[in-house]
């Protein structure tokens, strides 16, 4: 039995909590808030029996194998801080920082510290993404040409993500990152990356935030092949997580937010589908969320991971370059040129 300690109490942490329901040998048995009454809130909504405001005493149990880090971008460094510290296995969720520099250092402390680490990046354990990947594989559409990706809503549902100098950036680290690792898995993360050209704006939010909440990232590999990021916050009628893969003999197409139930109601059915911007009237609920935005999926391999002694195949090396290939995309939009991908050797390994 893997045994979890989870750091965070918010949207994110019931996400990772409803995935692990249904992964055996996995077992919760803390949680950590900075607010004492969210973490027994927490607790109790999750039958978790222990709860804790500090992390470092979340980190001292010695029972506590694994821990899993769903607080906000800017706790993310300190957390590992803590964690490695107390050796334990990590799982941080996306993006794994705020910039390359933060990501780097985490890197660091995690394999300086010897102890698992996994990044949690849902796009590429999604069932529909896995098995697109599956058939690229097989070779069903040929070489891979081009990728093409779309993650929209209408705004994120807590206030630290408004915050751009807090959160390290707005829509496009919000929602890019799932995208960047998304277009590095398809191609395969043999083929480095070489540079970007991004634009950003805040075209409607510009009483909440000064970072952006629509943008455009072009991605372009070292052999030339490209993928094209379309980010935004400003979409209305829900999520949107969408690939469209070309190859040379075909073409697959991901909508990881479609559901087969439509309803027309006049009455409140409660939570539909995560950023739903309607619950009456014609409504889509996607049911167990959890697995086919690939939480259950990702959760269910680092607990696999752990227990066997293996190495993960989405660790703080992928987040870190995820965050590389981003700040790029920042200084692009600044400067209006292509900007190189600066990947540091010496902490990919």
């Not at 909590?17 to 999750?46: I, M, Q």
């Not at 400003?234 to 479609?258: F, H, P, W």
């Not at 911007?277 to 959890?290: H, Y």
């Amino acid at each position: 039995m893997v045994k979890i300690g989870m750091l965070g109490s918010g949207f994110v942490a019931d996400f990772y909590l409803d995935g692990l329901r249904d992964v055996p040998g996995a077992e919760v048995v803390a949680n950590y808030s900075r607010s004492a009454e969210r973490a027994k809130e927490f607790g109790r909504r999750h039958g978790i029996k222990r709860s804790f405001t500090s992390m470092e005493e979340l980190c001292a149990e010695s029972d506590v194998d694994m821990v899993v880090i769903g607080l906000p971008n800017h706790l993310h460094l300190r957390a590992v801080r803590v964690a490695a510290g107390a050796k334990k296995a990590i799982v941080c969720t996306k993006p794994l920082a705020r910039n390359a520099t933060e990501a780097a250092e985490m890197v660091n402390l995690v394999r300086t510290a010897g102890v698992m680490h996994c990044y949690a990046e849902t796009e590429v354990f999604s069932p529909d993404v896995m098995r697109a990947r599956d058939m690229i594989e097989k070779g069903a559409i040929g070489e891979l040409l081009t990728v093409r990706a779309r993650e929209a809503h209408s705004g994120p549902h807590a206030p630290h993500f408004w915050d751009a100098e807090t959160a390290g950036g707005g829509a496009l680290l919000d929602m890019g990152c799932h995208t960047v690792e998304a277009a590095r898995y398809f191609f395969g993360k043999e083929h480095k990356i070489k540079d970007v050209f991004a634009w950003g704006a805040t075209l409607v939010h510009t009483e909440k935030t000064k970072g952006e909440d629509n943008a455009v990232l072009l991605l372009r590999l070292e052999d030339g092949r490209t993928s094209l990021t379309e980010a935004s916050w400003t979409a209305k009628g829900g999520m949107e997580l969408r690939n469209e893969v070309y190859g040379t003999k075909g073409r697959i197409i991901t909508d990881t937010s479609s559901t087969r139930i439509r309803a027309f109601i006049e009455e409140s059915a409660g939570y539909l589908m995560e950023k739903a911007d309607a619950e009456t009237g014609w409504v889509f609920p996607i049911p167990d969320e959890a697995r086919v935005y690939g939480y259950q999926e990702e959760m269910r391999h680092f607990v696999e991971c752990y227990a066997g002694g293996k190495k993960p195949r989405e660790d703080f090396v992928d987040g870190y370059i995820v965050n590389s290939v981003l700040d790029a995309a920042y200084k692009s939009m600044k400067s209006g040129h292509w900007e190189p991908v600066q990947i540091d050797s010496k902490v990919t390994g």
